[in-house]
Each structure stands twice: as C-alpha cells, then as structure tokens.
C-alpha cells in the first residue's frame, strides 16, 4: 500500500481554486519562513543557538519560523546578524496570475 505524503496532497489540493487561491495568498509569508529555516540550517545552528545569539527564546523562534507573525526589518537583519547571513529585501515585479 502507497503512503499518501503531504505533497502528494498540496499536489491534489492544489487543483481546487478555493486552496490554490488561498495558499497563494499565503506564499510570501511560506517562503520567509523558509528562508530563515534554511539560513539557520546552512549555519549549522538550532532554534535555541539562534534564540542565544539574539537574546531571545527558543520559543521566540520557533514562532518566527512558523510564520504565524510579520517579523519587522530589525527582527529580521539580527536574524541574519545570528544566522551569519546578510539580510537582503527586493521589489520584483509580480507574475501574472491566470
């Protein structure tokens, strides 16, 4: 018997408008988040080295990584600043939506 694996149901979901408009309304935040999970991987570090180095909690964050807030630019650059990563914010044009 095949497992079912959480892409093979973003795949399925993503056919039904109501989910494909919803999850794209979302994909900045997703990709912010992935972003910073992926800088404090590349440093070799845990949430609690990170939280160290900008005297915060674990807790702290796991809530930024998670996406469930807006970080502000400060927030963000002493992520980058623990994470030995240089913060970088663009405009780019957006794609056309179909």
Do not use: C
Request: charged share 30%; net charge positive; glycine share 6%.
């Amino acid at each position: 018997m095949k497992r079912t694996t959480v892409d093979d149901l973003h795949k399925k979901w993503m056919k039904n408008p109501k989910y494909r408009r919803e999850y794209q309304a979302l994909e900045e935040e997703f990709s912010l988040s992935a972003a910073m999970i992926e800088a404090r991987a590349r440093a070799g570090l845990t949430q609690e080295q990170v939280a160290q180095r900008m005297q915060t909690t674990q807790a702290v964050i796991a809530r930024l990584e998670g996406g469930g807030s807006r970080p502000s630019t400060r927030t963000l650059e002493k992520y980058a600043k623990a994470t030995g990563t240089q913060l970088k914010i663009s405009f780019e044009p957006k794609e056309a939506r179909h």
